[in-house]
């Protein structure tokens, strides 16, 4: 691939990816947004991270293989509990880091 | 004034640095992983700069090396990044009449992390479109850089060191954690999680975020209409 089709290539991939984070930014913020899709938005956060972490803890991204007991899984219980206990992003990130480290250790 | 600004800018940091942490522990991997594909730090550099989007640039670079054409890595790329457009839906409620200057620059920094980091803060108050582009475009630096670093370093830094290939998730349950303020949206972040599980297990790609989400925030709105539609009849009854 020549420099050139490869900088058509990043070009191409970058429009597609900007327009959809900025046409809902720009055309949502200048209306008055239906009450009803305001309640749905709010929604809209907890299942996207929750769709977004729940995948890549249980399967495994070579075989596809589902499974309890991966470590990314096991981990994430005592990470999710001291997250709710302490309310603190930088230390569960550290305690989460810590746990896994550990879990590659030990398991 | 001073001291505002010295307390906007820590919290910025206070906000952004797990993101660094997570953006550093991935991004070196991919210039790693660029450069052996046969990208030069150059193209390594661009195409963090112009796409900026964690794992369609993981994407493009296998397709690339699999010798995909143009056109297919383009429209992969608008797939994978099209869950965008929920989260600049949900950030938009926070930020009403502000500048097409100011939000066109704001897009720019939009991904999963730096939603989930400035939504939650959006949501707590004491936050605004400063303290979140800052988070967003440091990130946004942080990604290039160690991408391109990445492309230089070849496999210096050695595998799952310090665990910080489980930063980014520990950040996400972090946030989700923080997400969760009733029964009902527990439920629903239940029910999306479940479903994304299921879905990415029965067909590979990646809609799976996008269509577990519509399906349980619609289900999350259906019963909490119910529920209100239902107390409201109540007390006029009464």
């Known amino acids: ?107 | 004034m001073r001291d505002e600004a010295r307390s906007a800018l820590a919290q910025g940091l206070n906000a952004a640095l797990p993101i660094w942490v997570g953006y550093a522990a991935v991004g070196v991997p991919f210039g790693v992983l660029a450069a052996k594909q046969g990208l030069t730090p150059l193209m390594i550099a661009l195409m963090s700069a112009i796409v900026f989007a964690g794992s369609s640039q993981f994407i493009a670079v296998s397709m690339l090396g699999a010798g995909a054409g143009v056109f297919s890595i383009i429209i992969t790329t608008f797939f994978v990044n099209l869950r965008h457009v929920l989260m600049s839906s949900a950030l938009a409620l926070h930020l009403k009449g502000r500048s097409k200057w100011l939000l066109s620059l704001y897009a720019y920094g939009v991904t999963d992390e730096s939603f989930a980091v400035n939504l939650t803060r959006f949501t707590q108050g004491d936050w605004d479109i400063r303290r979140a582009l800052f988070v967003n475009h440091s990130a946004n630096l942080v990604w290039f850089v160690s991408t391109v670093a990445g492309g230089y370093l070849g496999a210096v830094i050695p595998e799952g060191a310090l665990g910080i290939d489980y930063a980014l998730t520990a950040m996400f349950l972090a946030l989700l954690v923080l997400q969760i303020t009733s029964w009902l949206i527990a439920a629903v972040a239940l029910l999306s999680g479940v479903l994304a599980v299921l879905l990415s297990w029965l067909c590979p790609g990646n809609w799976h975020v996008i269509i577990a989400t519509v399906i349980a925030a619609t289900a999350g709105v259906v019963v909490q209409e119910r529920f209100v539609c239902r107390r409201r009849n109540k007390e006029r009854r009464s």
């Open chain 1, 1 to 107: 691939m020549s420099f050139t089709v490869y900088l058509i290539c990043i070009v191409g991939m970058g429009l597609v990816t900007y327009i959809p984070r900025w046409l809902p930014l720009i055309w949502l913020s200048r209306r008055e947004i239906n009450p009803l899709f305001v309640r749905w938005l709010k929604f809209v956060p907890a299942g996207i991270l929750s769709a977004l972490v729940l995948p890549s803890l249980l399967m495994n991204p070579a075989t596809r293989e589902l499974s309890l007991s991966r470590p990314e899984f096991l981990v994430a219980m005592p990470t999710l509990a001291f997250g709710w206990w302490s309310r603190s992003l930088g230390g569960t990130v550290i305690v989460g880091m810590l746990l896994f480290f550990l879990a590659g250790k030990l398991l």
